[in-house]
């Protein structure tokens, strides 16, 4: 089992960038997939991006490619998401999430899941 710790999140406005950070415990962080969601208001959850295990792969969503970076560093148990030029429509809730199956874009392949952070990009 694993818990998640997302941080990072506020108020940037457009164009600007933030990094959100998500802690995880126990020893075998290294064995997970890890993915990003989001949920703005009043809408469903959606994929940001994923990272394989070895963190030599990622795989976006197409509203947030070439803006968004994923990263992972296993010693530390940690996994960031790197988001540049921000829109308004980028505000949401971000959750990361991990699972041992491989890494997928539906948010049904995760078991465990941060408690999210807030971004809100203003205009």
């Known amino acids: 089992q694993v818990q998640l710790v997302e941080s990072g999140g506020g108020l940037v406005q457009a164009g600007g960038s933030l990094r959100l950070s998500c802690a995880a415990s126990?020893?075998?962080?290294?064995?997970?997939?890890m993915g990003w969601f989001r949920q703005a208001p009043g809408k469903e959850r959606e994929f940001v991006g994923f990272?394989?295990?070895?963190?030599?792969?990622?795989y976006y969503a197409d509203p947030v490619k070439g803006r968004f970076t994923i990263s992972r560093d296993n010693a530390k148990n940690t996994v960031y998401l790197q988001m540049n030029s921000l829109k308004p429509e980028d505000t949401a809730v971000y959750y990361c999430?991990?699972?041992?199956?491989?890494?997928?874009?539906?948010?049904?392949?995760?078991?465990?899941w941060g408690q999210g952070t807030q971004v809100t990009v203003s205009s």
């Open positions: 126990g020893r075998t962080f290294s064995s997970y997939a």
């Open positions: 999430a991990a699972t041992q199956r491989p890494a997928s874009d539906s948010s049904r392949r995760y078991d465990y």
């Open positions: 990272i394989i295990r070895s963190g030599t792969s990622t």
